[in-house]
Structures are given as structure tokens and as C-alpha cells.
């Protein structure tokens, strides 16, 4: 079942705010329409695993605040209550970014009339978060195999030696890949004063409106319940 | 070629490829900044946090500013986009105008400097400004950002920030540190461009 990409940012958007601003049930209510999408998009085992370990931090939250563990059990009970809080917005996130292709995505840019000029830009730092995490594993595993770690004796000894050893590579990889990017984006005719046609048709259709009007029946429970 | 006229104007291309960094620095920079920041999940740490993020954003910050040709426009997009992702995560609307703000400064101030250390150097000290503005609710609207920061952090941390938004001196300790590691990250980042990234042809 495929949304439109204006829908989907409007979600991302409502999600963000009421699981940021309402009380947790609110928060269930927002992460069950992604999580429901993603199972159209057959990602149960990404839904499943979102959904045990989301369980787990909740109900270990709930039994151990309450009760004297110690410091390194404070730590833990803050960490339950941090992926408590954050995980819906993770899913959300995900649901938008794997499901959204780039032309898709400046496609509904393009018809909501947002400039090319902040379009362009926010697509490639989108599309570009998953690849920054990939070239830094892939990074720490070449530095590994040199026998260099992020928290050993040396680099703990001499810490500035991360930002040569992980940070440079990191950099000089990302900037090779922006370069090649700049010049498949013209080659494309990806201009900021062109507007393109995009081969993927892009509109509402009966599913949209059944998010927008869940996500306005949300919003509404939250006003009506603060008040 | 000294016979070739030109117009003067800027080809498309390079704006294009201004976009596409402004896009992958903006990236990188969320990422180092969330990263380095959780050096203030520490309670003792709070007022470091600022220095940390500036510290090691330092570097990236001066291979962006040398690689950009539209300093004003590229500094304005890569600011909003910091300042709406905080908006996004819950922070107020002073937070997205702060980085506006730094943004345009930061661009004015590569244009007048130029790309020499001068202007990188006075562009990142700007931009750190940003990041440390990050706690600046805690002073301005303190029972909204306890209230929020109640809600993803244990009692014992929200009792500090409240100890903390007492007084106004931590709030200039924190952006006195985010100037330090500005003024410290430019000088190793200086380094750093001449030993790597000038030698190997990504910066002039």
C-alpha cells in the first residue's frame, strides 16, 4: 500500500509532535500506522523485533522505577525509559526513509512549490544519513583490522587520534561520494531552476485520507484531553 | 586563457554542486553533533557539552566552508536545516530563528574573510554558536524545557538542569566553552586540511 510522500511528511511530522509532547498511549496510538504500513511492506521482522524490544523497555521501565537499584541499575532504568520514548520516533523515521525513493520524495516537494534550492539538499541529507553510519562501520572495521579501536589504551592515551584515524577517512569517503553525486545529479538535468517530470505518479488516494484524517482524530484527542 | 570573456555569473552546475554539499555536510553535522553531545548525558559534563560538539565539528565545518562557492545562500540552508531538525525534536521556535541568524552571520562572514584561515576560522566560531543554543530554553522557558527533558531523562538529571537554570553563569560557561572548542577544533582543523585534505586535492 503506497502513500503519497506529502502524506507520509505529514505523518512524520504528527508522529514527532505528539509522541514528543503527549503522554505515552498517545505515542501507541502514532508508531501503529507505520508499523501497520510496514507490514505491507512485508517488514514483520523489523515490526516484530521493533515491538519485543520496545515491550521489554516499557514494562521494565514500569517495574523498576519504583524500586532502589543502584547506580548501575539507574543507568539501565534511563536507558529503558530513553528507547521507551525515542523508539516510536525511530520507526517512523524508518517507515519514511525506506519507503520514499528520492524522485518520489522531490516529486511532493515539488507540487507543495518548495524550492529546489531546499529541496535538492534536504533529499541528498536524507538519503545520506544511512550512508554516513555505513562508511563509518565500514571505517571502524578497516581500523580494526589495524588494531585500532575507539576505546582502547592507545586511542584513550591520545584521544584526538580518533578524529585522524576515523573522522578524515570518514570525510575525504563522503566528499568523493558527494562529488560523484553533484555530477550524476547534472547529467540528470537536476538544476535548481528546472522542474522536472518524475516517472512515478505521484497523488492522494483513498489510503491518504484515511492517514490524514487518523492523524487529525489523534491531534484532536490530544487538545481535547489537555483542556 | 586571459582572452575569455565571461558573464560573471556563477554556472548552474556549481550551484548544484553547493546543494549536494550543503545536503552531506548537513548529514555529517546532525550526526557529529548528537554524537558529541552526549558527552552532557553525563550531569557533571552538562556545561562541556557545547565544547565537545564544536571540538569535533570543527573539521568537517572547514572542509565545508572551503568546498561552498555561494557562502551566504549555503550557510542559511545548512543552518535552517539544523535549526528545523531541533524544531522537529521538540525544541522551540527560538532555537530554528537562532540558527537562521548564525547562518547568515556565518555566510557574511566567509564572503567578507574570503576562504583564507580567517574566514573559516571566524565562520566556525559563529556557527559553534548555534550548538551552544542548543540548552538556551533551559534559561528562557525553564519549566517547558523540564518539563520536556522530563520526559527522556531520569529525576536526577532534570534535578540538575534545575539546580543549573538557578543561576545565568552556567549558561555563559556554556557558551564559553562552545567559543573554546570553536577557537581549539579551528586550529586543529587548520592542521589537519594542510596535512590531508590540501595535499590530496579536496581543498584548495
Redesign the interface.
Known amino acids: 500500500m503506497k502513500l503519497d510522500p506529502r502524506t507520509k511528511l505529514f505523518l512524520a511530522i504528527v508522529a514527532n509532535s505528539v509522541i514528543l509532547s503527549a503522554p505515552p498511549v498517545y505515542s501507541v496510538l502514532m508508531f501503529a500506522v507505520p508499523a501497520i504500513l510496514l507490514l505491507f511492506e512485508k517488514k514483520w521482522k523489523f515490526v516484530l523485533a521493533f515491538f519485543s524490544l520496545y515491550l521489554a523497555a516499557v514494562l521494565g521501565f514500569e517495574h523498576l522505577k519504583t524500586m532502589d537499584v543502584g547506580r548501575v541499575g539507574t543507568l539501565a532504568v534511563s536507558t529503558m525509559m530513553i528507547v521507551s520514548r525515542m523508539m516510536p520516533i525511530t520507526i517512523v523515521l524508518y517507515y519514511v526513509m525506506q519507503t520514499t525513493k528520492a524522485n518520489e520524495f522531490m516529486a511532493g516537494m515539488s507540487r507543495m512549490h518548495v524550492p529546489n534550492k531546499v529541496t535538492i539538499p534536504l533529499t541528498v541529507m536524507i538519503r545520506f544519513f544511512p550512508t554516513v553510519f555505513d562508511e563509518s562501520r565500514a571505517i571502524g572495521n578497516a581500523m580494526k583490522m589495524r588494531g585500532i579501536r575507539l576505546f582502547s589504551l592507545h586511542t584513550l592515551k591520545n584521544p584526538l587520534t580518533i578524529l585522524e584515524y576515523r573522522l578524515i577517512p570518514l570525510l575525504v569517503s563522503i566528499t568523493k561520494i558527494g562529488d560523484e553525486l553533484s555530477v550524476a545529479a547534472s547529467t540528470r538535468a537536476l538544476a535548481p531552476d528546472t522542474r522536472r517530470t518524475c516517472i512515478v505518479p505521484i497523488g492522494f488516494h483513498v489510503q491518504d485520507a484515511v492517514v490524514f484524517v487518523y492523524c487529525i482524530a489523534v491531534i484532536a484527542f490530544v487538545v481535547v484531553s489537555h483542556i | 586563457m586571459p582572452n575569455v570573456k565571461t558573464t560573471g555569473k556563477k554556472s548552474?552546475?556549481t550551484?548544484?554542486?553547493d546543494?549536494?554539499?550543503?545536503?552531506?555536510f548537513?548529514?555529517?553535522y546532525?550526526?557529529l553533533a548528537f554524537l558529541s553531545s552526549s558527552v552532557g548525558y553525563i550531569p557533571a559534563l552538562i556545561v562541556f557539552s557545547t565544547g565537545s560538539i564544536a571540538l569535533?565539528t570543527s573539521?568537517?565545518l572547514f572542509?565545508f566552508f572551503s568546498?561552498i562557492e555561494r557562502s551566504i545562500?549555503c550557510c542559511l540552508?545548512?543552518c535552517?536545516?539544523f535549526g528545523t531538525a531541533m524544531f522537529?525534536?521538540?525544541q522551540g521556535i527560538l532555537m530554528l530563528s537562532i540558527s537562521l541568524l548564525v547562518g547568515l552571520l556565518a555566510g557574511v562572514a566567509l564572503k567578507v574573510f574570503g576562504k583564507g584561515f580567517a574566514g573559516l576560522f571566524s565562520a566556525n566560531i559563529i556557527l559553534c554558536l548555534m550548538s551552544s543554543s542548543m540548552m538556551l530554553p533551559l534559561w528562557t522557558s525553564t519549566e517547558e524545557y523540564l518539563e520536556?527533558t522530563r520526559?527522556?531523562?531520569?529525576a536526577?538529571?532534570v534535578a540538575k538542569l534545575a539546580e543549573l537554570s538557578q543561576s545565568p553563569w552556567p549558561l555563559v560557561a556554556i557558551y564559553a566553552f562552545g567559543i573554546l572548542g570553536a577557537v581549539v577544533g579551528g586550529f586543529?582543523a587548520r592542521r589537519?586540511m594542510k596535512k590531508?585534505?590540501e595535499r590530496?586535492g579536496?581543498a584548495k
Do not use: E, Q, W
Not at chain 2, 546543494?19 to 552531506?24: M, P, Y
Not at chain 2, 520526559?151 to 531520569?154: A, G, N, P, S
Open positions: 548552474s552546475n550551484l548544484v554542486r546543494l549536494v554539499n550543503v545536503g552531506i548537513a548529514a555529517l546532525i550526526v569535533v573539521i568537517p572542509l568546498k545562500l540552508i545548512f535552517g536545516f522537529v525534536m521538540g520536556y520526559t527522556m531523562c531520569d536526577g538529571y586543529i589537519v590531508h585534505f590530496i579536496l
